[in-house]
């Protein structure tokens, strides 16, 4: 099953726009990672944000974590054509398990 | 560099058929993960190694599902009398564990996947 819930299911928006989406989890985490999916390829390691953190910079990239809402969103800022893909937040138990959500699946329009 | 590599990038097989996905992860990589990602889904766990021993496999569906990493570097997923619900995307990701780290603070690297269609 899936512990993470990504919103919205899916997102158009014109270059240039930024883009906000956002991930809801279960349980309590040590981290929170962000991955990208082009269509028919393997998943991207984008950002990783620690339980102790609430927000983190990378290039256009802001991911927050407010772990008392048990939620982050990723905000892609002058969003490009190439940022079309689906967008996975990510969390790890205690465990060796690693859990994603249901993704975001975001089309930049050109 | 070498990312992580599987083979083969598209399967059909009948059902009731065998089959075996293989995974190459980075040379180095320690950690080693197997995922199941039906369409428009994301990723859901089936097995995780660390170098040859599997360490859990909580997340494999039923026992056809069979995972094995025997030299502790290439790794091979094999489903046994494959049914049409096993049709799906398996992805292999490895992970880079430092010494007295944890790998949860680490990312993972993703193959780009193995196709599955079972007719």
């Known amino acids: 099953s899936q512990q993470g819930e990504e919103d919205p299911q899916a997102l158009s928006i014109q270059e240039g726009e930024n883009a906000t989406m956002n991930c809801s989890y279960k349980?309590?985490?040590?981290?929170l990672q962000w991955y990208r999916q082009n269509s028919g390829r393997g998943l991207v390691h984008l950002i990783l944000i620690r339980s102790n953190e609430r927000e983190k910079h990378s290039g256009r990239l802001r991911v927050t974590l407010d772990t008392s809402k048990k939620s982050s969103s990723l905000l892609i800022t002058a969003s490009r054509a190439a940022d079309t893909a689906s967008y996975f937040c990510a969390t790890p138990n205690t465990g060796n398990q690693f859990y994603f959500g249901t993704g975001t699946s975001l089309t930049v329009i050109p | 560099g070498a990312g992580v590599s599987q083979s083969p990038r598209y399967k059909v097989a009948k059902r009731g058929q065998d089959v075996a996905l293989r995974c190459d992860p980075i040379?180095?990589?320690?950690?080693l993960f197997w995922y199941q990602q039906a369409l428009g889904q994301g990723p859901e766990f089936l097995t995780y190694?660390?170098?040859?021993?599997?360490?859990?496999k909580s997340g494999l569906p039923s026992d056809r599902f069979f995972a094995e990493r025997p030299e502790g570097s290439v790794s091979t997923l094999k489903i046994q009398r494959t049914q049409q619900e096993d049709s799906a995307v398996y992805l292999c990701?490895?992970?880079?564990?430092?010494?007295?780290?944890?790998?949860?603070?680490?990312?993972?690297?993703f193959g780009p996947g193995t196709r599955l269609t079972v007719l």
């Open positions: 190694f660390q170098n040859e021993a599997q360490l859990d």
């Open positions: 349980t309590s985490i040590n981290n």
């Open positions: 040379s180095g990589h320690v950690s």
């Open positions: 990701a490895s992970s880079f564990r430092p010494s007295g780290g944890r790998w949860v603070y680490n990312e993972q690297f």
